[in-house]
Each structure stands twice: as C-alpha cells, then as structure tokens.
C-alpha cells in the first residue's frame, strides 16, 4: 500500500514564506515524477510544480521566481519552497506522485492535501 503524506501548510502574512513535504512510503517499485497541485473552491485543480527522476522541473508561469521544488531521492520526500506568497496562492496543496507498483504498470498517487492560507 503506497501511502503519500504532505506537510507545511498553514496560515502566512503576505511576503512570507512556508515550505510544503511530500513523503511516499509503502512497497512501490520505483517514482517518475513527484510534484504539487493546488485546489480552491469552485476551479479545477492545477498544477504548482512537478520533477522528474533525472531532475527537470516544470513551474507553473504564475510561482516562478518565488517557488522552489526539490526532491531527496534516497527518501522519496519532495519539497515545494514558497517564498513572496501572495493572496492568490490560497488553495489546498496536493502532492501527486507518478510511481510503479509494479515494474510494467504506472500508477497515480495523490496526498491528502494541505490548506495553505496567505493572509494579513
């Protein structure tokens, strides 16, 4: 059973900062990518960031120079650093992980979803 867990979200002051955790755990084969989504009420989730196994990150027009992914391999942890964050980056964060449960199938896998709130 592939488990995936974020972490981070909460309540900031416009400029400020919060740094999101993606963790997998569970018995999978091997992860494509890793990457974050984001929800408000009423829209369609979209994408935030997303990384690949070999590294190459793809940014969403609208976080980059602000959001920051990394990704710690060895720990199947993913991070989404957010700095200058702004109102509009209110929404519910999910992390999405593409992965093998088995080593000739792919398989989507989404978190819980964290509640990030920028506000003064």
């Known amino acids: 059973q592939v488990q995936v867990v974020e972490s981070g979200g909460g309540l900031v002051q416009p400029g400020g900062s919060l740094r999101l955790t993606c963790a997998v755990s569970?018995?999978?084969?091997?992860?494509?990518?890793m990457g974050w989504y984001r929800q408000v009420p009423g829209a369609q989730r979209e994408l935030v960031a997303a990384?690949?196994?070999?590294?190459?990150?793809n940014y969403a027009d609208s976080v980059k120079g602000r959001f920051t992914l990394s990704r710690d391999n060895a720990k199947n942890v993913v991070y989404l650093q957010m700095n200058s964050l702004a109102p509009e980056d209110t929404a519910v964060y999910y992390c999405?992980?593409?992965?093998?449960?088995?080593?000739?199938?792919?398989?989507?896998?989404w978190g819980q979803g964290t509640q990030v709130t920028v506000s003064s």
């Open positions: 999405k992980v593409r992965g093998k449960p088995t080593p000739w199938r792919l398989q989507d896998y």
């Open positions: 990384i690949t196994t070999g590294e190459s990150t």
């Open positions: 569970g018995s999978i084969f091997g992860i494509n990518s």
